[in-house]
């Protein structure tokens, strides 16, 4: 027993020695401006690292993987800087490499996915190769290629961690203390790219053409801290400072604040109200006295941002984005989202796209124009139907059935309603009145309905 308790505490050594030489590396290499070593041996060294841990300790690879993840996109920008903008950087795809290691764990434990809990990944493996091969045929095995490791990854790692469910106790305690630290770096990091933003980071934002990130210049700056865009930062921050009701002391306390602070200043709308439903659950779902810790320590939160928040540049930024709450009709965003999901169905496969089409990828295939195009959209549920299919293809049909040619909208069930209420209808009792553009009548009628509602279609036009 005594000397499997030795062989472990030199394996728990030797982890330790290989994540403190990848932090030194990547210092020096920093501190010596090396970058161009740190652009090509980032990668292999944090592979390698990675591998190590993966091999003989699950917790420090998942607690190694997540940093990787939080860290990684700001050394990509500072190496960009220093070496110029470049869309296929190697460091770019570390963070999936050193994933894509639980593929493994996956190979080993096939056979667990036959439970009833992981019968969805089943699911989502078979879209997502679906959409790999169809991707290889459409836009070439590079591209595609590409895009499935950003698809993969984070599959994989959720069922190396489902898998490991009898390390619960130690993933929970490594995972809670790993975002507060994370929120709190990243909180202050994004406070200050807001008061005053670095070089590189100004760089960024005029290379990429990240004009919804605001201007490069200080008080103008909609955070992203060191993640490369504002949407993830906010999602990340949101989960973070959710894990930080179970906390306590006063690094919780600073590290919440900060990260508040920074959460806000990415004026996220879309993650501002998941983490109030988050909050919500959490206030309904929690027992007496971690109710009251919650409460106690939200009140003390509240007062703190709000002290932060009486800083005019900060106050002026926000409040202009609350009030689009109250005006969201008005916001050019609201429309083109909008617009986004009424167009999609006209460009839709039956089939889908498969991967290799939108960001990245797209360039390694040269279709860059093409998805700029017709595939702009800013959605992550089109994103996936456009690329698996399926959906889109019926949608696209029914929209071709309706004689009337166009989908439904509010107004027309409200003129429906407000003609039942009016006088004009004092004569109509026991009827049904169906508002659909004439779907039900092609059931009924067939062809004659779709000529009759072509003709209805051109009165219109002409009056």
Not at 234 to 259: E, K, N, R, T
Request: proline content about 3%; glycine content about 8%; overall charge positive.
């Amino acid at each position: 027993m005594s000397t499997n308790k030795t062989d472990s505490d030199i394996i728990s050594f030797l982890c330790r020695l290989a994540i403190l030489f990848f932090i030194v590396f990547v210092a020096l290499g920093l501190a010596a401006k090396a970058a161009l070593a740190i652009k090509f041996i980032y990668p292999v060294l944090a592979l390698i690292v990675a591998g190590l841990l993966y091999r003989y300790n699950l917790c420090a690879y998942v607690g190694f993987t997540w940093w990787i993840w939080i860290l990684t996109p700001f050394l990509r920008r500072v190496v960009d800087y220093n070496l110029g903008y470049d869309s296929f950087n190697p460091i770019a795809i570390t963070p999936y490499l050193v994933t894509l290691l639980t593929v493994f764990s996956f190979l080993r434990k096939l056979t667990v996915l036959s439970r009833k809990c992981l019968l969805s990944f089943s699911l989502i493996l078979i879209g997502v190769w679906y959409s790999y091969f169809l991707g290889i045929i459409k836009n070439g095995l590079p591209s595609a290629t590409f895009e499935l490791l950003m698809w993969i990854s984070p599959i994989f790692f959720s069922i190396y961690l489902i898998t490991n469910w009898s390390q619960y106790p130690s993933l929970r305690y490594l995972i809670q203390k790993i975002f507060l630290w994370a929120v709190l770096i990243m909180g202050i990091y994004g406070i200050w790219q807001f008061i005053s933003p670095f070089a590189w980071d100004t760089y960024w934002m005029r290379t990429v053409d990240m004009r919804s990130a605001g201007a490069p210049i200080a008080f103008k700056v909609r955070v992203f801290s060191t993640l490369n865009a504002f949407t993830p930062f906010a999602w990340v921050m949101m989960a973070g400072l959710l894990l930080l009701f179970s906390g306590q002391g006063f690094l919780c306390i600073f590290a919440a604040v900060v990260g508040y602070v920074a959460f806000l200043l990415s004026l996220v709308r879309s993650a501002w109200g998941a983490w109030f439903l988050g909050a919500f659950f959490i206030a309904v779902r929690t027992g007496g006295d971690l109710k009251r810790k919650s409460f106690t320590f939200f009140t003390a939160l509240v007062l703190l941002c709000i002290f932060f928040m009486t800083f005019e540049p900060v106050q002026e930024r926000l409040n202009k984005r609350f009030q689009t709450f109250i005006s969201i009709r008005e916001e050019v965003s609201f429309y083109i989202r909008v617009k986004s999901y009424l167009e999609f169905p006209s460009y839709v496969s039956v089939l889908g796209e498969g991967f290799g089409l939108r960001g990245v990828a797209a360039k390694l295939s040269g279709a860059s124009g093409k998805t700029q195009k017709g595939f702009g959209f800013d959605s992550g549920l089109l994103h996936i139907l456009f690329v698996l299919g399926l959906f889109g293809a019926p949608a696209k049909k029914t929209i071709n059935l309706i004689p009337l040619g166009r989908l439904g909208k509010t107004e027309d069930i409200a003129k429906a309603a407000l003609f039942l209420a009016c006088e004009d209808s004092d004569f109509i009792t026991g009827q049904t009145l169906i508002v659909d553009g004439g779907m039900s009548s092609v059931i009924q009628f067939g062809e004659t309905a779709k000529v009759i509602g072509t003709f209805h279609e051109k009165g219109d036009s002409t009056n």
